[in-house]
């Protein structure tokens, strides 16, 4: 019983859900909260159970060890011995582990009053082990080994996911979130080829065209080139500026604009969105010049997914035609392409190129024409559209696995056999 007790509690403490525990604990659950102060000192706990566990089993071995040999004296070690293994093994460990398994939270709850006083007890022999494995425990740096790391919480939810305790975009927040910290600006950013800027020359008409053509809330100013911005206007200020006078200055109405370096953090950028009340960022390259511009929405974007509104237009980067052929934008990234189609050839290094425009343009080394068609790999490229150096849409075809569609040919040759 002693050594069932003690190998339950190793397994109940051990599989025991600690986040139903602290929410049954912050319920009011008393029991819930004793198991979780108890698992709080985890070392010191398998350190006891792990005593008390041996104690017993020796225990027993010797006292089976007397019986067997005052009636068996020939074969008494052999019966000993055989008797001892199968009842520690069946009932101190294969059946208390299997229930402790099955009702971790329960047995941790009903044992962990009886474990504190035993933790107390045996407190000198487990403060000399824990002391005998403290160099053990720590990493060549010093610093100890996470609980739990950033990977396999990832693999972690996409079990929950395939359980059902968790919607697919649920679980893609929970990952955004994790993500966020690791991104940076750069990941993130509207490229200088896409920005819009007004020159601080224009007139007042030419701003407001643009206003009215482009529909943004905030616009950066440059002077004379877009590597020299010198403020932002926000559309707000000039629509009620031009109510007052229409030969409005531009200049007049600038803020000053927020400058940040391309490597960034997005969660840190986020701060100081926050903390200068700003919704802009221009960034900058390693030479001081523009590299594009980054707004609250893009970073709000990276833990919500795209938001749309009225004037938005809605851009499918990604079109299943057939099944393995695809019509998809230039400026899909390359790495969320091929998690699309489950397929990262080798010769394709993701982290070289940010979009499949770049990808394709860099295997062609030259500007395409609408129509050409090129391959990498399985991949077998078209080009639908242009809109001047840049591959707006492309057609993709992924051709079958070799290795693969060989197996196949096997399997079929020894059904007919």
Same mark, same amino acid.
């Given at each position: 019983? &002693?050594?069932?007790?003690?190998?339950?509690?190793?397994?109940?403490?051990?599989?025991?859900?600690?986040?139903?525990?602290?929410?049954?604990? =912050?319920?009011?659950?008393?029991?819930?909260?004793?198991?979780?102060?108890?698992?709080?000192?985890?070392?010191?706990?398998?350190?006891?159970?792990?005593?008390?566990?041996?104690?017993?089993?020796?225990?027993?071995?010797? &006292?089976?060890?007397?019986?067997?040999?005052?009636?068996?004296?020939?074969?008494?070690? +052999?019966?000993?011995?055989?008797?001892?293994?199968?009842?520690?093994?069946?009932?101190? #460990?294969? $059946?208390? @582990?299997?229930?402790?398994?099955?009702?971790?939270?329960?047995?941790?709850?009903?044992?962990?009053?009886?474990?504190?006083?035993?933790?107390?007890?045996?407190?000198? $022999?487990?403060?000399?082990?824990?002391?005998?494995?403290?160099?053990? @425990?720590?990493? =060549?740096?010093?610093?100890?080994?996470?609980?739990?790391?950033?990977?396999?919480?990832?693999?972690?939810?996409?079990?929950?996911?395939? #359980?059902?305790?968790? !919607?697919?975009?649920? @679980?893609?927040?929970?990952?955004? +979130?994790? #993500?966020?910290?690791?991104?940076?600006?750069?990941?993130?950013?509207?490229?200088?080829?896409?920005?819009?800027?007004?020159?601080?020359?224009?007139?007042?008409? !030419?701003?407001?065209?643009?206003?009215?053509?482009?529909?943004?809330?905030?616009?950066?100013?440059?002077?004379?080139?877009?590597? /020299?911005?010198?403020?932002?206007?926000?559309?707000?200020?000039?629509?009620?500026?031009?109510?007052?006078?229409?030969?409005?200055?531009?200049? @007049?109405?600038?803020? #000053?604009?927020?400058?940040? /370096?391309?490597?960034?953090?997005?969660?840190?950028?986020?701060? !100081?969105?926050?903390?200068?009340?700003? /919704?802009?960022?221009?960034?900058?390259?390693?030479?001081?010049?523009?590299?594009?511009?980054?707004?609250?929405?893009?970073?709000?974007?990276?833990?919500?997914?795209?938001?749309?509104?009225?004037?938005?237009?809605?851009?499918?980067?990604?079109?299943?035609?057939?099944?393995?052929?695809?019509?998809?934008?230039?400026?899909?990234?390359?790495?969320?392409?091929?998690?699309?189609?489950?397929?990262?050839?080798?010769?394709? !290094?993701?982290?070289?190129?940010?979009?499949?425009?770049?990808?394709? $343009?860099?295997?062609?080394? /030259?500007?395409?024409?609408?129509? =050409?068609?090129?391959?990498?790999?399985?991949?077998?490229?078209?080009?639908? =559209?242009?809109?001047?150096?840049?591959?707006?849409?492309?057609?993709?075809?992924?051709?079958?696995?070799?290795?693969?569609?060989?197996?196949? +040919?096997?399997?079929?040759?020894?059904?007919?056999?």
């Amino acid at each position: 019983m &002693l050594s069932a007790f003690f190998s339950a509690s190793e397994t109940a403490f051990s599989a025991a859900n600690m986040i139903r525990l602290r929410t049954m604990a =912050e319920d009011g659950n008393k029991r819930a909260a004793l198991a979780v102060k108890v698992a709080g000192q985890y070392d010191k706990l398998i350190a006891t159970i792990l005593i008390g566990n041996n104690l017993v089993n020796i225990a027993i071995s010797s &006292l089976v060890t007397v019986l067997a040999t005052s009636y068996f004296k020939n074969y008494a070690v +052999a019966i000993a011995t055989g008797i001892t293994t199968l009842v520690v093994l069946t009932f101190g #460990e294969i $059946l208390p @582990k299997s229930f402790a398994k099955m009702n971790a939270e329960s047995i941790s709850m009903t044992f962990a009053g009886v474990l504190r006083i035993l933790m107390t007890v045996f407190t000198p $022999l487990s403060w000399l082990f824990l002391r005998l494995m403290k160099p053990f @425990k720590k990493k =060549e740096d010093g610093e100890e080994q996470p609980t739990i790391t950033e990977q396999e919480l990832m693999y972690m939810l996409d079990t929950i996911e395939e #359980e059902g305790v968790l !919607e697919e975009q649920e @679980k893609e927040l929970v990952q955004s +979130a994790l #993500e966020f910290n690791d991104t940076t600006v750069e990941d993130i950013l509207t490229p200088r080829v896409n920005m819009v800027a007004i020159d601080e020359e224009a007139t007042p008409q !030419e701003v407001l065209q643009v206003i009215t053509e482009e529909g943004f809330s905030r616009i950066p100013v440059y002077s004379e080139t877009v590597d /020299h911005i010198i403020g932002v206007i926000h559309t707000r200020d000039i629509l009620q500026a031009a109510l007052l006078n229409k030969n409005f200055d531009i200049k @007049k109405l600038m803020t #000053e604009p927020m400058y940040i /370096h391309r490597s960034m953090k997005i969660a840190r950028l986020l701060s !100081e969105f926050q903390r200068k009340k700003v /919704h802009i960022a221009i960034v900058m390259d390693d030479y001081g010049g523009t590299l594009g511009i980054v707004t609250m929405e893009d970073v709000l974007e990276e833990l919500v997914g795209e938001i749309y509104d009225e004037r938005d237009e809605v851009v499918t980067e990604f079109t299943e035609v057939t099944p393995d052929t695809y019509e998809i934008s230039g400026d899909m990234p390359v790495d969320d392409f091929l998690d699309e189609i489950d397929y990262h050839p080798a010769d394709i !290094e993701e982290d070289d190129y940010d979009t499949m425009n770049g990808l394709a $343009l860099s295997v062609l080394e /030259h500007i395409p024409a609408v129509g =050409e068609t090129f391959q990498l790999g399985r991949l077998t490229f078209t080009v639908l =559209e242009m809109e001047e150096q840049k591959i707006e849409k492309m057609r993709i075809s992924l051709a079958p696995d070799p290795e693969k569609e060989a197996e196949k +040919a096997k399997e079929k040759e020894k059904e007919k056999d």
